[in-house]
C-alpha cells in the first residue's frame, strides 16, 4: 500500500508559480512511475506530467510543455510538479498518483493504481 500526500498548493496570480509535493509512504516509492494530474470543476480529471522509477524519462501533456517540469528525490520519496507562467485556466485540484508499472510513462488514469487526496490551485487573473 502506498500513501499519497499532495502539498504546496494556494492562491497565485497570473504569471506567477508554484511548486507541489507529494509525499509517499512506503520503501518502493522508487520503483514506481509517478504521475500528476488535474481537475476543473466541471471537467474530468486531465493528464498533467508523468516520470518513470529513475526519473530518466518524463511524459508531459502537449499543452503544458514548457511551462511545467516533473522531477522526483527517490531518498526522500517525493516527486515535485513546477508550475510557471500560471494563468486562470490552470486553476484546478491537482492530484499525484503512483503506477506500478515504474518503467513506464502514462497519461492514462486506469494505469495508476494509488491516488493522493489533491491540493487546490487557483489562479487569480
Known amino acids: 500500500q502506498v500513501q499519497l500526500v499532495e502539498s504546496g498548493g494556494g492562491l497565485v496570480q497570473a504569471g506567477g508559480s508554484l511548486r507541489l509535493s507529494c509525499a509517499a509512504s512506503?520503501?518502493?516509492?522508487?520503483?514506481?512511475?509517478m504521475g500528476w494530474f488535474r481537475q476543473a470543476p466541471g471537467k474530468e480529471r486531465e493528464f498533467v506530467a508523468a516520470i518513470n522509477w529513475s526519473g530518466g524519462n518524463t511524459y508531459y501533456a502537449d499543452s503544458l510543455k514548457g511551462r511545467f517540469t516533473i522531477s522526483r528525490n527517490n531518498a526522500v520519496n517525493t516527486v515535485y510538479l513546477q508550475m510557471n507562467s500560471l494563468t486562470p485556466e490552470d486553476t484546478a485540484v491537482y492530484y499525484c498518483?503512483?503506477?506500478?508499472?515504474?518503467?513506464?510513462?502514462?497519461?492514462?488514469?486506469?494505469?495508476?493504481?494509488?491516488w493522493g487526496q489533491g491540493t487546490q490551485v487557483t489562479v487569480s487573473s
Open positions: 512506503g520503501r518502493i516509492f522508487r520503483a514506481y512511475t
Open positions: 498518483a503512483a503506477s506500478r508499472e515504474g518503467a513506464t510513462t502514462t497519461s492514462e488514469t486506469r494505469d495508476y493504481d494509488y
